[in-house]
T-cell receptor
């Protein structure tokens, strides 16, 4: 059974640009969550999508957005990139939302903003 | 809001020995899950063990066990017979179980080095 797949694995952008990251969950999983990991702030929750609906959103500015498609694949977008957006972005999938609590993580997308 | 604190930024242990990682949390809720996740240098986060707050019995998974003290809001991880492959960042995490969604609150992590 394939795990959670995130693309691209590495990318470099410049300030002011925008970026789109993709996450394909484990087959059958309907919940996709996104986390930002930085050395200074640690792991912070961005948002969760379940059956194409955003269930929760973390404390991030509106430049961070996401969506989920009918096949449960999810994308997150960051517009007007800032240097502080440099981070590892982790995606996690789960069969359900708020019931079992078991999340499976991808390897992440490493974003560097210059 | 919930907070999770890991007071040990780094730890080391000799191979085959036992090590305990500490975690405390703060919440006013009574129904929740607690987790320990392992993040090896390759970066993929792996679930090590989980505990439902309503269960008094401490969870165990092979060499990994927890000491869950609900009143003290403490959730430590014990790794027995440490192996070189246990070298990783370990994160303690909290999630409400009130059907509010899959939102994990993580601690700052403990970097564990297992020495041969």
């Amino acid at each position: 059974k394939a795990g959670v797949t995130q693309t691209p694995r590495y990318l470099i952008k410049t300030r002011g640009q925008q970026v789109t990251l993709s996450c394909s969950p484990i087959s059958g999983h309907r919940s996709v969550s996104w986390y930002q990991q930085t050395p200074g702030q640690g792991l912070q929750f961005l948002f969760e999508y379940f059956s194409e609906t955003q269930r929760n959103k973390g404390n991030f500015p509106g430049r961070f957005s996401g969506r989920q498609f009918s096949n449960s694949r999810s994308e997150m977008n960051v517009s007007t990139l800032e240097l502080g957006d440099s981070a590892l972005y982790l995606c996690a999938s789960s069969f359900s939302s708020g019931v079992t609590g078991e999340l499976f993580f991808g390897e992440g997308s490493r974003l560097t903003v210059l | 809001a919930q907070t999770v604190t890991q007071s040990q930024p780094e730890m080391s242990v000799q191979e085959a020995e036992t090590v305990t990682l500490s975690c405390t949390y703060d919440t006013s809720e009574s129904n929740y899950y607690l987790f320990w996740y392992k993040q090896p240098p390759s970066r993929q986060m792996i679930l090590v063990i989980r505990q439902e707050a309503y269960k008094q019995q401490n969870a165990t998974e092979n060499r990994f066990s927890v000491n869950f003290q609900k009143a003290a809001k403490s959730f430590s991880l014990k790794i027995s017979d440490s192996q070189l492959g246990d070298t990783a960042m370990y994160f303690c995490a909290f999630m409400l179980s009130n059907n509010a969604g899959n939102m994990l609150t993580f601690g700052g992590g403990t970097r564990l080095m297992v020495k041969p």
